[in-house]
């Protein structure tokens, strides 16, 4: 039972098109993240946020943004896809403790045409 | 730079054959290390934390063990429920305490 929530699951969009990828969780953890998973390939960081108002970029470069403005919710926007954008985007949570474990979303999968 | 390097990139099994997944990894200080199960269209699962060379941890057919340079995951007498990939991940003791490095993962296959 998913307590991580993200929307859509699947979407396949055009090149150029803006897009927000929705991420929400009803466990009250201050800790969320953006993974990306390529098929075979590792989780890389692309966005963290340790509380309301706080956002910082991860180790993998990306052209996203992201917005903390809700304990629950931290969506992921793209102002204007490419195909290099395609991929698995996962969010994730955790308490504030350093060594918790992630909580992970189902993850949205983008196809960008 | 931290490093996780897991094998075998994929295993099979048959249901009850006993099996180990491999990870190695380099870390400037090992605060934690932690395996996953993901599910095909699924997120990563949380399964365990090893934090100090000599510790182990079990749930049900798996055990989880580390060394000072690896983990392994002890599968035993498998099930073809266990079939998913495993992730290997590590956390670094200082600096930024977010990190997280993680591995390729193990993708197991378990036949009836």
């Known amino acids: 039972e998913a307590d991580i929530y993200q929307t859509p699951r699947y979407l396949v969009i055009g090149t150029g098109k803006k897009i927000t990828l929705e991420c929400s969780q009803t466990?009250?953890?201050?800790?969320m993240y953006w993974y990306q998973q390529d098929p075979g390939m590792e989780l890389h960081l692309i966005h963290y946020s340790y509380g309301v108002n706080s956002t910082e970029k991860g180790d993998l470069s990306s052209e996203s943004t992201v917005s903390r403005i809700r304990t629950e919710h931290f969506p992921l926007t793209l102002e204007s896809a490419r195909p290099s954008h395609t991929s698995q985007y996962l969010c994730?949570?955790?308490?504030?403790?350093?060594?918790?474990?992630?909580?992970f979303g189902n993850g949205t999968r983008l196809t960008v045409t | 730079e931290d490093q996780v390097t897991q094998s075998p990139e994929a295993l099979r099994l048959q249901e009850g054959e006993s099996s180990s997944l491999n990870c190695s990894y380099t870390?400037?200080?090992?605060?934690?290390l932690f395996w996953y199960r993901q599910d095909p269209g699924k997120g990563p699962e949380f399964l365990f934390t090893l934090y100090s060379a000599g510790e182990e941890k079990e749930k049900e057919r798996l055990k989880a063990t580390l060394t000072k340079k690896e983990s392994f995951l002890h599968i035993t007498a498998p099930k073809p429920e266990d079939s998913a990939t495993y992730l290997c991940a590590v956390q670094a003791g200082g600096g930024s305490n977010y990190k997280l490095t993680f591995g390729k993962g193990t993708l197991l296959t378990v036949n009836p």
């Open positions: 870390v400037s200080g090992l605060r934690g």
């Open positions: 466990m009250g953890h201050d800790k």
């Open positions: 994730a949570s955790s308490v504030t403790a350093r060594d918790s474990p992630l909580h």
